[in-house]
């Protein structure tokens, strides 16, 4: 029987399969980790256990394995194990994990696959905001680190002061000009973003292919040897688990295995060839001495061959990183071409056989196929809250009151998203403040106001454009003697990271007031306040469980673009196994349940910026993450994630939905995510183009062109040579077929083509069914 490893780093896990559970001695030297004495390369890539089901860890595993790695890492969710606090926190959690790892004997040096272990994360980033307490906390934790006795190395990651035997290592878009501190440490990348995260109000961040295999061959052309995506698969922030402010549902960060766990073609299989290759060169480039040809005519290590050698046999990379020309260079007698802003790796210092600008992989062209068409909605109205004279002797349920404005982190404990700020003003025509309005002014630290006077709602507001604390005005109909006020504060995740996030304020903490036509002001701050957790539909009735008792109106007069209504129905499980989401284009803001699961916040009325894509999406020059964008001037997020094992697996399942802003159910659908048609675009060279529309058939070629084509997938177009056999090819090897594999050579399209200086070309679009 095999015996799965699961190679684990501390805040972040790491993943391979051994032929035993016999313990493994896990160390290090300047080069390289060792497992057991032998010098490894390593690639890992962060997948975080929160963000999917435990339905999904076994594929999601395969996936990465098939996709070359050798390892996994996660962060152990701090949140998800101790919502509420103790004392003296960071020792306890601790020692609490690594017993129960030490317990499951997981640790490499106990027979288990954890390789490594990281204690806090980036926290050189903020140590400056830290003064003299930063250097003691530093020291400290790698003392307590040390003690725990696991018996693999410990890591800290952008911590360039860590004393060993801690590794210091390095996050970021790249890392090939690291520089370990020590000629006794190995050079690690712990997080190589292969995208980016997204916010609400922002279009979705994309990082090629070409530039995420640029960074990594870049690394181990400078002698990196272990390197860790984050993430490898990004996944959901379900519930309200998403940080911020701000931050979105989906965490699918563009990595190589998608939100719902899927391929993200190409980046996935061009990563995947570039693992391959370097595992399959891995003695050499642990063990070989390392030499550097510079190009000193382009400008130094702008242009440069590194060869490592070892006990007879050599490897080499050509790096360009040159944003704009491809360079020639002759190298021991042959001329080569080095595209601009890539790396060729020759695994023989003679032959090309990757090159990190040529994508040889196919595009997954991905759709949403409409499942369940038409809902039928019953509906509930969320009551708005108050306080009147009576209550301030006899609280009403789940109310306390203070004569101070609170923070509602402090409040809510973080047990929800929702604070109802509650006060009552007494007002007459003797009042100095009198009048038939009055306008009520405050600042907020909260992310979203919904006020009401005398029960009206009288105006709402949210942060925009990164500022998440605001000014708000708006006017009430004053009445004789008592008035109401009530301010619900919605915050949309918790600040989640920098110094000091813990002690960022949330809520309504003044200044308020109330200004009369006549400027007169009367201030509320130290008002008797009336303060009360979240929502009636959550907290109170759990109208997210379905439970019968539970009195719904409708179908008929449906509420549209009304604020505060919870809304339910229920629909049949998508037969087959794709992905299933729920499409909530036309709804405001809210939360979302199936069968009692949140699947997470929803804000579709939150459109992304209009500008700022660029389809062209060029991997030429370093990344930053708003480089390559798309779905600019539409919902920021309009599909949200029900992973299968939130599904009944036959019958009904029930959605019910908390809208808060106003919104159009009836335009809600439940759609699965499918695989419609794949592309490529690949040069002729030494190599076949392997092609799957995985586990469904290739039935149609919409676009097949051997020569000189242009153009992006959806978009190809034929160019003055074009092999008249092309489409006939493609249809012997692929139609009705479930993968084929392409030779990309003349002999395969029958025609001894001459592209003048191009070199030929294959442009295909398939479809799947
Ligand atoms: C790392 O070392 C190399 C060679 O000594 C040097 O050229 C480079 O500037 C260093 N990188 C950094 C980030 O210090
Ligand atoms: C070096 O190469 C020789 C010949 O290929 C081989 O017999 C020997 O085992 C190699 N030594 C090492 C340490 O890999
Ligand atoms: C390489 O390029 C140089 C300069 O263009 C040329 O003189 C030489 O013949 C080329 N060598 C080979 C082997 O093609
Ligand atoms: C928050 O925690 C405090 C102190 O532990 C407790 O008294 C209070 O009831 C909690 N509030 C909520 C809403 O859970
Ligand atoms: C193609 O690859 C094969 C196997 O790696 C090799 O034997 C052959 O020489 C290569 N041909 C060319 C034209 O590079
Ligand atoms: C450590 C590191 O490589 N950091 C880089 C992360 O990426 C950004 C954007 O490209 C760079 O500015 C950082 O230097």
């Known amino acids: 029987m095999e015996c799965h490893r699961m190679f684990f780093v501390f805040s972040i896990i790491w993943f391979a399969s051994y032929l035993n559970c016999q313990s493994t001695e896990v160390s290090y030297d300047g080069r390289a980790l060792k497992i057991d004495g032998e010098r ?78 990281q204690i806090e994360n980036e926290f050189g980033d903020v140590a400056n905001k830290f003064g003299n307490d930063a250097k003691p906390y530093l020291n400290w934790n790698v003392k307590f680190a040390e003690s725990l006795n696991i018996g693999v190395p410990w890591i800290m990651c952008q911590q360039a002061d860590a004393p060993e035997p801690i590794i210091h290592t390095c996050n970021g878009y790249y890392c090939d000009g690291f520089n370990q501190s020590s000629k006794t440490i190995p050079k690690i990348w712990t997080e190589n973003w292969t995208g980016w995260f997204k916010d609400w109000g922002s279009p979705d961040p994309h990082r090629t292919a070409e530039d995420v295999a640029f960074a990594v061959a870049r690394f181990f052309q400078f002698e990196g040897t272990v390197q860790n995506y984050y993430m490898y698969h990004g996944g959901t922030n379900f519930g309200r688990t998403s940080g911020g402010p701000y931050i ?10 998608n939100e719902y766990g899927l391929v993200n073609q190409p980046k996935w299989g061009h990563l995947k060839q570039l693992h391959l290759l370097l595992k399959s060169m891995e003695k050499i480039l642990t063990y070989g001495d390392k030499s550097d040809h510079q190009y000193e005519e382009y400008g130094k290590w702008q242009m440069s061959a590194t060869i490592y050698d070892y006990n007879g046999s050599r490897v080499c990379f050509f790096g360009n990183a040159d944003k704009d020309r ?75 009151f203070a004569t101070e404005l609170l923070d509602q982190k402090t409040v809510t404990n973080d047990t929800s998203d929702y604070l109802w700020y509650m006060t009552t003003v007494d007002l007459d025509e003797s009042d100095p403040i009198w009048g038939r309005e009055v306008t009520l002014k405050l600042h907020t630290t909260g992310h979203i106001i919904h006020a009401f006077f005398n029960r009206k709602h009288i105006g709402s507001k949210y942060a925009q454009n990164g500022h998440f604390e605001f000014d708000f005005e708006a006017i009430g109909k004053v009445k004789h003697g008592t008035n109401t006020i009530t301010l619900l504060s919605a915050t949309v995740g918790l600040q989640n990271y920098g110094a000091h996030y ?40 759990q109208l997210f469980l379905d439970t019968e008792h539970r009195k719904w109106r409708g179908p008929e007069n449906l509420p549209v673009n009304r604020m505060f209504i919870w809304y339910k129905t229920s629909f049949d499980t998508p037969s087959a196994d794709e992905p299933v989401v729920l499409n909530l284009e036309d709804m405001g803001k809210g939360t979302a349940w199936v069968n009692g699961n949140n699947i997470g916040r929803y804000w579709t009325s939150y459109f992304s910026d209009k500008n700022g894509c660029d389809s062209k999406c060029d991997y030429h020059g370093s990344y930053y993450s708003s480089k390559c964008q798309t779905n600019c001037g539409t919902p920021s997020q309009k599909w949200y994630h029900i992973p299968r094992s939130f599904l009944n697996k036959d019958g009904k399942n029930n959605l019910v939905l908390f809208e808060e802003f106003g919104g159009n159910p009836e335009n809600v659908r439940v759609q699965t995510v499918s695989l419609v048609k794949i592309c490529a675009f690949a040069e002729e060279g030494n190599t076949t183009l392997d092609l799957s529309c995985q586990g469904k058939t290739m039935t149609h070629i919409n676009f097949a062109s051997f020569g000189n084509p242009t153009g992006v997938c959806g978009a190809f177009n034929k160019g003055n040579f074009d092999s008249p056999n092309s489409v006939s090819a493609i ?38 069914n």
């Open 502 to 541: 813990d002690h960022i304020s949330n809520g309504i903490l003044g200044p308020i007031k109330l200004v009369a036509p006549n400027n007169e002001e009367m201030d509320l701050s130290k008002n008797k306040w009336g303060y009360k957790v979240g929502l009636n539909g959550i907290e109170e009735r």
């Open 731 to 768: 249809q012997d090897a692929c139609i009705g077929k479930e993968s084929c594999s392409i030779d990309l050579s003349t002999k395969t399209f029958k025609a001894a083509l001459n592209c003048g200086s191009e070199k030929r070309r294959l442009a295909i679009e398939i479809l799947c």
């Open 40 to 117: 490894k390369i390593i690639n890992s890539g962060s997948i975080h256990y929160p963000r999917s089901t435990t339905e999904m860890w076994p594929s999601l595993i395969k996936n990465a394995k098939d996709g070359g790695l050798d390892a996994i890492e996660t962060y152990v969710f701090w949140n998800a194990h101790e919502p509420h606090r103790r004392e003296d926190e960071v020792k306890i959690f601790t020692t609490l994990i690594v017993d129960m790892m030490k317990k499951e004997k997981l640790f490499a040096s106990q027979g288990g696959p954890i390789i490594l272990a």
């Open 248 to 257: 979105t549902t989906t965490y699918d960060y563009d990595a190589p295995l």
């Open 326 to 400: 491809d360079l020639r260079i002759t190298f021991e007698g042959r001329n080569y071409t080095v595209p601009a802003w890539s790396v060729s790796v020759l695994p023989d210092c003679e032959t090309v056989v990757y090159n990190t600008a040529h994508v040889h992989t196919q595009t997954n062209v991905l759709d949403k196929v409409n499942s369940v068409t038409s809902l039928e909605w019953q509906w509930r109205v969320e009551p708005i809250q108050h306080i009147s004279q009576k209550h301030h002797t006899k609280p009403p349920k789940g109310v306390t």
